[in-house]
C-alpha cells in the first residue's frame, strides 16, 4: 500500500507557481477572497489561502462583509470586484449563510475571474473539454494527485460517490475526458444509489466524496484499488485537545490494507485544493493579460 502525499504534491506545484510568479515583471496576479461572517472552518481556510497566496507572490485582497449582509450588497460588492481590473480572481468562501443563494453568488462572479470554478459558463467549459475554462479546485486537485502519483485512468473504471457540484460531477466529467490521464470509464452512485457496495467493489479508482466519516468500509473495495478520500469530518473525539478528531470519508484502518494507493485525511486531498485555487489564479492573470 502507498500513501499519495497530497502535502507534498501541493508543495511541488506552489514552489512551480512561485518562480511562475517571480518571472512576471509589473503587476503581479490579485485574488479577491471574500468570507461572510466568521464560521471558524471559514476563518481557519481562508487565512491559509491568503498566506498561500502571499507565499507565492500573489496579492491577496480580504473581504469581509458581516454575516447579516443583505444578498443584494453583496451582489455589490461581487459586481465592484468584477470591474476592477487590478482583480484576476475571486473566491466567495462557502458555506454562506442560509439567507444567501449560493448558486446565485457563483453566477454573480465573472467567469473570466471565477478561480473557484463554480459559474456555470465554467462548468459548461468542463464538459466541453474547453481549457479556457476552470476546472473547480477540489476536483483539479484530485487529477493532478493521480496524475503525480502515476495513475492513469485510461481504461480504469472509476466510480465516484458522491454528486455534488462541489466535487462529484466535475470529477466525474474530468475522468471521463478525451485526454492523457483520464479516458476512464465513469459510473456515479450516491446515496440513492442501490446495491452501493457492488457497484463500489468495482472501482478500479474509488473517489469518495459522500460527506459522511467512515462511510466507505472494507467491504466496499476492491483488493489493489485506488481511494482517493475527499472527505473532511470532525468526529467527536475527548482525547484530543480540540475535543475532535479529523476523518474522511474512508475507515483508513481497514481499508489502507487492502489499496494499491490511498490519500490520507488530513494531507491528502486537503493540501491540493488551496494549490490548485492559486494555479487557476495565475492562469487567469495569464488569460486576462493576453488582451
Not at 11 to 23: F, N, R, S, Y
Not at 100 to 107: G, K, S, T
Amino acid at each position: 500500500m502507498e500513501l499519495i502525499d497530497g502535502n507534498r504534491i501541493a508543495a511541488a506545484i506552489i514552489a512551480e507557481l512561485k518562480t511562475e510568479v517571480a518571472g512576471i515583471t509589473g503587476r503581479k496576479p490579485c485574488i479577491a477572497l471574500v468570507r461572510v461572517g466568521e464560521d471558524p472552518a471559514s476563518v481557519s481556510y481562508v487565512k491559509k489561502k491568503e498566506k498561500t497566496a502571499a507565499e507565492i507572490g500573489i496579492e491577496g485582497r480580504i473581504h469581509l462583509p458581516p454575516v447579516d449582509i443583505t444578498p443584494a450588497d453583496l451582489f455589490a460588492l461581487i459586481d465592484r470586484l468584477n470591474a476592477d481590473p487590478g482583480v484576476d480572481g475571486i473566491l466567495v468562501q462557502s458555506p454562506l449563510p442560509k439567507h444567501i443563494d449560493e448558486l446565485a453568488v457563483f453566477r454573480r462572479v465573472a467567469p473570466e475571474k471565477d478561480v473557484d470554478g463554480f459559474n456555470t459558463l465554467n462548468l459548461g467549459k468542463v464538459a466541453q473539454e474547453d481549457d479556457t475554462g476552470f476546472v473547480a479546485c477540489t476536483p483539479a486537485g484530485i487529477m493532478e494527485l493521480l496524475a503525480r502519483s502515476g495513475t492513469d485512468l485510461k481504461g480504469k473504471h472509476v466510480v465516484v460517490l458522491g454528486r455534488s457540484l462541489i466535487v462529484g460531477k466535475p470529477v466525474a466529467l474530468l475522468a471521463l475526458q478525451k485526454k492523457a490521464g483520464a479516458n476512464g470509464t465513469v459510473t456515479i452512485c450516491h446515496s440513492g444509489t442501490s446495491n452501493l457496495p457492488a457497484l463500489t467493489r468495482q472501482a478500479d479508482v474509488l473517489i469518495a466524496a459522500i460527506g459522511r466519516p467512515e462511510f466507505v468500509t472494507a467491504d466496499m473495495v476492491k483488493p489493489g484499488a485506488v481511494v482517493i478520500d475527499v472527505g473532511i469530518n470532525r468526529v467527536p473525539d475527548a482525547t484530543k485537545k480540540t475535543g475532535y478528531r479529523l476523518t474522511g470519508d474512508v475507515h483508513f484502518a481497514t481499508v489502507a490494507p487492502l489499496c494499491r494507493k490511498i490519500t490520507p485525511v488530513p494531507g491528502g486531498v486537503g493540501p491540493m485544493t488551496v494549490a490548485m485555487l492559486m494555479q487557476n489564479t495565475v492562469k487567469a492573470y495569464r488569460l486576462q493579460n493576453q488582451r
